[in-house]
């Protein structure tokens, strides 16, 4: 089949605020064949900066944006989209924002192939590398930022617990902005509320940047609450900060990787920063390919891979296919409080099951659906004109 | 001062080609105060991609558009240049594009600092470092294209040996796309058309990829040809197989960096891709000062830091700012063939001295200036409505 379309939606909540909350807008891509298939993907990154990617005029053979890159090409198996993917990171060598703005369409191909060939993405993945296309079910762990203080962390704990989670992680919000003590409470707030059983992880939200020393003493001082991990003490690029911190050993494991633009970052992080769980973000890393790229690096490593997903079910999917067929892998970030357009963007979410767990579809493509009608109030048409020329003009969702 | 307001400037040529010539568009970036000064920066980036990035709706904390850090600040010295771009950088943490863009914006900001305290970007960085102030001439090598045969690149040899150079840098076009009997008659014809006593440089425009075995073939080659250094062999990220190459120590240095979009990843080609020339864009890597970073690490390594330099002459008063002081570091990075537009957005361009130098200007700031009469011919306006608001309305040049 041949690719027709290749459509940008800039999606938002009426109010958007400062917190670290990734649900407020997002920016999806959605891609048609003459086959009469459409596939969906989603970015996380800002919507305006990517949706620019798919339209900017060239500015030479190394600036060609992607919707030139990808319009026209055929699409039948998992190779063109390997090839595809070449050809728009060749073509836009110079954007910097390639990664973060073609993962939606890359997760979006995938959907298409997958479609087309009546298997589902993790079955293509399997095939084509030669690994287990037996999924595994993952553990959910509730994704949620810190409260204002320690007891509304502890409310905030209780009520995930009452829920029925497991697991979850509390991060941003306080921690690290104002004393040892206070980051402490916020600790023990987390694991009270949730209770002894469960496993809780701590996102410091990168508050330390490069200050190595204090995220050790914080990992020490948290060690009695028993995180699973300790997320982002640091700046995604401070690499040898990373290496420094990591090789005191501390007594709560390093996790990092959600700033992995480019599959080079997320190795340096593995391989000199030293961290014991890789968290990828397929919405941000360039898609579904780049990823499994860094799960067989941290197959290879013995370390854990971890989705990062701070969007819809839609990138839980595209996330979840990545790795479901690693039964190591346990965990899974699940967006627990998510915005009211993340939970109405697609029409069948991934349930927590009966037995506390979250199982890949196994359907054709990513197995979701997309529901139009329930996020069209929340489109933001977007214009762009340069010079004479309307280089960008909303399609219809 | 304060800063009242920041104006990005998408210029280009009328007719776009895809030969990898740089100096096609370009996007400038003025910075006014409340002082009534005003400084200027250039991007070496996607024009319409980088300009969204000071105009984007916040998506969230991490995703804060480069307007919304800088206006309203104050600015009275180099702190406040580092304060300011820790801010940017800390509010743009999720757009990838965030280096690329805020690299025109932090020129700027330097280009004021130094026409507030009457003195060159260079002094001030000197005075910031604690290292020597004295400015050193550079030799500029001419940097063009290949032509596409070699016949061709003989003649463009022979017409920058005419105009005076002593060095040239010949790149992209042919070089590695047919047989490796092509590519040496390319290098070969650069050296005869210069003649022996001139420096060549052959750069290979990321064409072999993560192909490491036949850069070392290329580079073995080519040195019967005696280059300077080999540019590039390799894709920007592929810091594996740089390191691969560079163990086999070619009888050619190897030099690459221009891709470096973060510090992180000139640190990364230096520390594990053993490159012995850094070549670093302050139009891409966020500026002057991260730049300055690259040039302190090249020194405390004993490597060769040259600016990449693709743009017009106030790419280029950046660009020598950021190693002016040191003497080691000679060659200089000189767009011989750039468009009209490049060659006629700065009213005093450096020129080749009667000695063969090019001198760094003991001016206050940059010490050159935007002949906005001239370049408003270039001007592409742009316009970006999201939703119902105009995010981006052109100002005027």
């Given at each position: 089949m041949k690719i027709t379309a290749v459509d940008p939606f800039y999606l938002r909540m009426p109010d958007i605020t400062t917190?670290?909350?990734?649900?407020?807008d997002t920016l999806l891509v959605r891609v048609r064949t003459d086959a009469g298939l459409e596939g969906w993907g989603e970015c996380d990154a800002s919507p305006l900066v990517s949706l620019t990617v798919y339209c900017c005029p060239m500015s030479h053979g190394n600036i060609i944006n992607i919707r030139t890159s990808l319009i026209g090409e055929t699409l039948d198996g998992p190779d063109d989209v390997v090839r595809l993917s070449e050809k728009v990171l060749r073509n836009g060598l110079?954007?910097?924002?390639i990664e973060h703005a073609y993962s939606g369409a890359e997760i979006a191909l995938w959907d298409l192939v997958g479609q087309k060939l009546g298997k589902p993405v993790y079955r293509l993945l399997a095939e084509m590398s030669g690994t287990s296309d037996v999924p595994h079910p993952k553990l959910p762990y509730a994704s949620v930022l810190f409260g204002d203080t320690p007891e509304e962390t502890y409310h905030i704990a209780v009520g995930l617990r009452e829920r029925g989670y497991r697991a979850a992680k509390f991060g941003w919000g306080p921690m690290g902005k104002f004393d040892e003590a206070n980051d402490i409470a916020l600790v023990r707030a987390a694991r009270e509320g949730m209770g002894a059983e469960a496993q809780i992880m701590i996102d410091a939200?990168?508050?330390?940047?490069?200050?190595h020393e204090t995220a050790y003493q914080r990992a020490e001082a948290f060690a009695q609450f028993s995180p699973t991990w300790l997320e982002e003490p640091l700046a995604p690029d401070a690499v040898d900060a990373y290496g420094a911190l990591t090789q005191k050993r501390p007594s709560v494991p390093i996790a990092a990787g959600?700033?992995?633009?480019?599959?080079r970052m997320a190795e340096d992080l593995i391989v000199?920063?030293?961290?014991q769980f890789v968290q990828i973000d397929a919405g941000r890393i360039g898609g579904i390919m780049p990823s499994f790229k860094v799960r067989q690096l941290a197959e290879q490593r013995g370390i854990q891979y971890v989705n990062h997903t701070f969007k819809s079910h839609l990138s839980l999917a595209a996330s979840l296919h990545v790795f479901?067929?690693?039964?190591?892998?346990?965990?899974l970030e699940y967006p627990a409080a998510g915005s009211e357009l993340s939970q109405r963007l697609i029409a069948d979410p991934f349930p927590v099951e009966s037995d506390g767990m979250v199982r890949v579809k196994d359907l054709p493509g990513l197995g979701v659906c997309v529901d139009t009608e329930a996020i069209r109030p929340y489109l933001a048409p977007v214009r762009i004109e340069v010079g004479t020329d309307a280089v960008f003009e909303q399609g219809s969702l």
């Open positions: 917190a670290a909350d990734g649900t407020q110079d954007i910097q924002q939200g990168v508050v330390w940047g490069t200050d959600e700033g992995s633009n480019i599959y000199h920063g030293g961290i479901a067929t690693n039964s190591d892998f346990n965990l």
